[in-house]
Structures are given as C-alpha cells and as structure tokens.
C-alpha cells in the first residue's frame, strides 16, 4: 500500500450510511445482491467495451465469491472494468452518485440494457453487515492499481497498490460484524445468491462452485425460446415434472416497462382440498429478485399462476424492498392482471376443447374472482362454460345468448345432481318443446354467482325453480307454437269450481308442511311440484348444517 490519502465522503455520508443501512434496507442480506448486480453492472460495460474494439473473446467474464470464517470476511471479485482512481474517489466517495447511470446515458440505451444500477446508493449496503470495506480495483486505463478502504463512519482512504494480482477487475472485501458472521459460512451465502441473484448473466461461483445455471428466458424474445428451455424453466419454478397448460411470455412498455413469463398449471393442490396454493409469481428488475412470491403482483384469486414479472420502473423505494403500498405497484398488479385474462380468453378460443378441460378443474379461482372482485367481472365471466341442455360440452355464455329464442329476456338455470337427472325434473318439464336454453348447474356455489353477478348483457339469471306464475307466464309464448298445447287440450281438466275445495283439502292433508296450494298448467307430465321459497341449494347448505350441527 503507497501514497496513502485521506479523504472525507462529499456528502454527509455518515447520517446517508444509517438511512441505507437501516431504512433502505430492511434484510442485511440484500447488500449482497447489491454487489453482485454492482460486479454484473462492471462486466457488462467491459463486454461492451470489448465489443466498440471489435474484440470478441469474451474474456471468460466471472464473478468469484470467497467465503472465508476464520477470518469472518466475504470477497466478491469481478473481472469487469474495474475503477480508475478517480471513480474511486467519485462513485464511492459520493454517495447517490451511480457511475453506471453516467455510463449508460453516455453508450446510449440501446447499448446498456442490461446495467443494473442506477441509484447510487447500492454499494453502501455492504456497511450494512461490514465494519470496515476494502475495494481494490485495477482499470485498463491505468498501469497502477488502487485500494478504497473505509468503515463508512465518514472517511476512506485511497492507495496504490504495487501487485494486486489481477489484471483487470474488482476485488472487494467485506470484514464482517460479530452479529454477521453468517455471511462467512458458504452454505448460507449460496442460499442468498440463489434467492436473489440466481439469474444475474454471468457465472457466479462460491468457493470454487458454480451454481447460477439458469436463464433469465423471459428476458428474451419469445422466438429465440425453444420448447425445451420453457419447459425447464416451468420445472426450475414450479418443482413440477407435469406439463403446463399454457404460457404467457410477453413485453410491453406501456404504461410500463414489463417483461413477463407466466405459466397457467394444468393441475393444482387445492383440487384435493389439502392445502391452497401459494402465490408464486416473483417481482423482478432487470433479473435480479425484489421480492419472490409477491402476493402485491395479482388478486389472490390467481394464486394458481406461477413465474416472473420483470420491471424496469420500479423507483428506489420499491426496488428496495419497500413497497406495498406503492401506487406503481398497483398499476403493475392491474396490468398483468388484465393480461392474463385476456390471456386465458385467447387460450379458451384457440384450443376451446383443452380449455374446457381446464376451467373444469379450475373453475373456482375463476368463480371466487366474481365473488370478490367486481372490477374483472366481465373478462371473468367471459372465461365461465356451462353446462347446457342443447349440448353434451361446455358452451360460453355468449354460445347460450346465440341460442336464446326470440324474445327471450331470461338465461334460466337448473341446479341438478346431474345431467340425467334432468329429464325427471319437474322444474325442467314445463320448458320441453319450448326450445328454451337452460344452463344446468351441478354445482351449489354457481348460484351464488348468479346472484351475485344478477345479469348477463341485460339477461337476468332466473332459476327454473323460482317464482311459479312468473316463469309460466314467461315462457308460455314460446309453447305457442309447439305440439304440447294440443295435449294439454286431451288431457282432462279440472272444472273450476272443484278448484277451491280441492286445493283446501291438499292443504289441510299436508299441514303444517305446506303454506298454499295452487293450480296451474305449468306441468304437462308431473301431477304436482313441490315450490320452496329456499333454492334447491339452500336447501341442502341448510340439510348439509343441520347434520353437523351447526
Ligand atoms: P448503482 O449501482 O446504483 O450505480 P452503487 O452504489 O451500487 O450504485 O455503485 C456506485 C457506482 O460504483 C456504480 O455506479 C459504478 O460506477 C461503481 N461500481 C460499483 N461496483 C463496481 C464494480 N464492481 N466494478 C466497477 N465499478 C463499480
Ligand atoms: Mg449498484
């Protein structure tokens, strides 16, 4: 160490060092992240470099990390481009001061997409777990090396260094706090590299070992992303070996700057009722992790979508991990939510039969998203199939308004055990031969969302087992023109003066069951029904309670 100086940071660094250290930072093992996107930030210049020279060997770009525990230390090394002298005393020495927004704005962005930093604050969380830091940095624009050593508490020292032992490249050294030691052990530090930095471009070792193998692919254009690479993607995040259903690899940069890749799972843990899923989408900027399993990024409904979103934009404050209540964050959260089920709507009209499938197993996602969430009720009503009469598939509620009759102002549903128990029904009988749709609903939680939901493109949702006279009078005209009038002609009827007495006596038979007793032409085949102010599926919630006694 020659020509030692002394030199106090431009900024009242010292007060700056506890803002980084405490708030910007809520885990001390982001500072780690920091440097690594620091080292990635260094090579990457180098490569561009490399590449203005039309010099194309890549110079076997790596980023060593050495984990010593007898001396609680950790050094991060790079062969990036290194710190002249002044960059040492100028990016370091000033803190919100970023080189690599210097560097980018002066190459042009086209030429730097992959810079991380921008803030100028980064490099200080390694104060965070350190109480004294070294840099030693050697640059191709000078012959001598240097070394920045300070303990953050106001001043560093700038030196030259006669060997340092590399040629090009950065070495940093970080004398760990008692209460950090942790980070000297190479296990943990592994885990830490792996949560966060897993998809930083450059090898990464630890000790000697390789371990970041996988690709940030979503960073990629979606042509030059084979089949292959997204299915080892999906089993990297998933930890699934079975085949998705679909994928969303898309980039936009309005309103914001998003590069995304979801997976829709073909299967899902919450079908078996043992446990739900968890909300595995990670927030990202530019590769490196803010925040994995972002329960902010989507409705909690689409817990079942798994994979990335990418953001450039996301401010100081968000990339660091404090941002729940950010307002970009919603916006984010707002578009890729509209992504994807627009997503889902195009996947349902290209592949209607595997969709159909799909939504069979996951129609609940779907359903609790109409329960919850007015905002998405029409894309997510869009996503809905029922089950018809006219039809042994699935249909849209679009298919069923095609197939409405003229002048029908009702979507009509049945709640039935099952398909065949449809043509026993007595609710169902007064509408054969009408030509009617009905929507037959074997599952007692779609009423809710009727009812919630109330109407479809001014079409209300009306149970076939709701208000008697209303829905005779409703549907009589399209009996009209059907055989079942010239029957009910041949059938004997009943003189209206046994009307009453008749009635009576049924009622009195039967109290204190029945409240009212009533004739009508509703029924062709059944002699009577019984009508309940409760929908079937009231009816067997209530049972279903009354069992377990609740
Ligand atoms: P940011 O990365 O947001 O610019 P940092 O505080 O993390 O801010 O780093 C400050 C500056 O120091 C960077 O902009 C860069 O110019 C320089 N720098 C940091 N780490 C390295 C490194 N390993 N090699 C070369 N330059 C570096
Ligand atoms: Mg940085």
Redo the contacts with the bound molecule.
């Keep these: 160490k020659q020509d030692v100086e002394q030199m106090a940071f431009k900024t009242e660094t010292k007060k700056l060092l506890d803002i980084v250290a405490k708030s910007l930072y809520t885990d001390k093992e982001v500072f780690l992240r920091?440097l690594l996107?620091?080292?990635s930030?260094?090579i990457e210049k180098q490569r561009f470099l490399n590449s203005q020279k039309d010099n194309n060997d890549d110079d076997d770009f790596k980023i060593q990390v050495e984990c010593n525990t007898n001396k609680r230390q950790i050094i991060i090394s790079?062969n990036?481009?290194?710190?002249t002298r002044d960059?040492l005393i100028n990016?370091?020495g000033t803190i919100a001061r970023?080189?690599?927004?210097q560097f980018v704005k002066e190459v042009g962005k086209g030429s730097a997409d992959n810079i991380i930093?921008?803030?100028?604050?980064?490099?200080?969380s390694s104060f965070i777990v350190g109480d004294s830091v070294q840099v030693i940095?050697k640059s191709e624009k000078e012959s001598q090396a240097h070394m920045w050593q300070s303990d953050g508490n106001g001043e560093f020292e700038i030196s030259t260094v006669g060997d340092c032992g590399f040629k090009r490249g950065?070495r940093i050294i970080i004398h760990l706090r008692p209460e950090c030691q942790e980070f000297s052990k190479a296990e943990d530090v592994k885990k830490i590299i792996q949560k966060y930095s897993n998809f930083i471009n450059f090898p990464i070792s630890v000790n000697g070992e390789r371990f970041n193998l996988v690709q940030a692919i979503w960073t990629r254009s979606k042509f030059s992303v084979t089949e292959e690479e997204y299915v080892k993607f999906w089993e990297y995040i998933s930890n699934q070996k079975m085949k998705y259903f679909a994928k969303l690899h898309y980039e936009v940069d309005v309103p914001l700057n998003i590069k995304s890749l979801l997976y829709i799972p073909a299967a899902h843990a919450e079908k078996m009722g043992f446990s739900q899923e968890q909300m595995a989408v990670s927030l990202y900027c530019k590769k490196v992790l803010i925040k994995a399993n972002c329960q902010e990024l989507l409705p909690n409904w689409l817990r079942f979508v798994k994979g990335v979103v990418d953001c450039e934009d996301l401010p100081l404050n968000i990339s660091r991990e404090n941002y729940q209540d950010s307002s970009l964050i919603q916006k984010l959260k707002q578009v890729v939510t509209k992504r994807v089920l627009k997503f889902l709507d195009e996947e349902a009209n290209k592949n209607p039969a595997e969709y159909n499938k799909w939504f069979q197993d996951f129609q609940f996602f779907i359903k609790e998203g109409l329960a919850m969430d007015v905002d998405y009720q029409e894309q997510l009503f869009k996503l809905c199939r029922f089950n018809v009469d006219y039809s042994k598939d699935l249909v849209s509620l679009e298919d069923y308004v095609s197939k409405m009759k003229p002048g029908q102002q009702k979507i009509y549903y049945a709640l039935l055990p099952n398909r065949e128990s449809a043509d026993s029904s007595p609710f169902i009988e007064p509408f054969k031969g009408t030509g009617i749709p009905i929507i037959y609903t074997f599952i007692n939680i779609d009423e809710m969302i009727y009812q919630t939901v109330g109407s479809y493109k001014g079409f209300q949702f009306v149970n076939v087992e709701g208000d008697f006279n209303e829905i005779s009078q409703d549907i009589k005209k399209f009996k009209k023109d059907t055989k079942t009038e010239t029957k009910s002609d041949t059938q004997s009827k009943m003189d209206s003066d046994e009307i009453t007495p008749f009635c009576l006596w049924v009622k009195n038979e039967l109290q204190p069951i029945v409240t009212k007793v009533v004739v009508s032409e509703r029924l062709t085949n059944s002699p009577a029904i019984v009508q309940s102010q409760m929908s079937s599926a009231m009816r067997q919630m209530v049972m279903m309670m009354e069992q377990n006694n609740v």
């Design positions: 920091e996107s620091n080292a930030d260094a790079d990036g481009v290194g710190f960059q990016d370091l970023s080189g690599s927004q930093g921008q803030f100028g604050v980064g490099f200080y940095s950065t």
